[in-house]
């Protein structure tokens, strides 16, 4: 069983920076988001 | 002005207000620094792209939720939102050691998962914090109610003989409080699940 579990060896890759497919994923979910002030408390509501 | 010449903290106050190109010029000015910082501490592409992605939705919620501190720089609060977030994903692999599957062989075809995911529960911890603090905002004597049926789980016989009233009124106590629940969600367009 223990040798089921292994580090993970570090990749030899440099790093390209991050995928635009991120990048595209936190655009919207920002523009998704909606932050509601109610007396004082603060929802979130995500609206597509 | 061309948008690259702008100041961070000019661009960070154009996206409090509103404007959400601003937040696509701070990603793209500043996107090679975090994720190289970042994939320097971990040593591996997908974890660096999560955490990256962690980083911003927590920069994001903070923006816009108005509790970004102006008196301090962009770029190292969001360089210590990261440095954050490594730390946290050491933190969880030491408790749960990594496993990597092999291409004949992966462990998930062979456990199953009967409780909740963790984003299950905390959606649902995160509703109940909400209707909570939303009960709060009644009227007492209906928030008396709702709290005995729903939390203590008590008859309408039980709650109109502790609270010295008539079945029908702790019944209409409970009714009114449940309208007004709904109406303060409504009003404010308060989404309480995910689905």
Known sequence: MAKLYNESLPEQVKPTGPSKETIKFLLNFSKSLHITKYNKMTFEASKN | ?195
């Open chain 2, 1 to 195: 002005m061309r948008m690259e010449n702008v100041q961070d903290a000019v661009l960070v106050r154009q996206y409090i207000e509103g404007k959400e190109y601003a937040l696509e010029v701070l990603i793209n000015r500043h996107k090679q620094k975090i994720y190289s910082f970042i994939f320097s501490k971990v040593m591996d592409k997908d974890i660096t792209e999560d955490v990256f992605q962690d980083t911003f939705i927590k920069v994001i919620r903070t923006l816009k939720k108005g509790k970004y501190n102006e008196e301090g720089k962009f770029l190292p609060w969001v360089m210590r939102i990261a440095h954050n977030l490594v730390i946290d994903h050491f933190r969880k692999n030491k408790r749960m050691p990594k496993f990597q599957s092999r291409n004949d062989f992966d462990i998930f075809d062979v456990i199953s998962n009967g409780a909740d995911s963790t984003e299950t529960e905390m959606i649902l911890s995160q509703v109940h914090a909400d209707v909570k603090r939303l009960v709060e905002e009644l009227p007492e004597d209906q928030k008396q109610v709702l709290k005995m049926r729903i939390y203590k789980e008590m008859s309408f016989k039980e709650i109109a003989e502790q609270t010295e009233v008539s079945i029908n009124t702790a019944l209409g106590r409970m009714r009114y409080a449940l309208i007004n629940l709904r109406k303060i969600i409504e009003q404010h367009n308060i989404i309480l699940t995910d689905n």
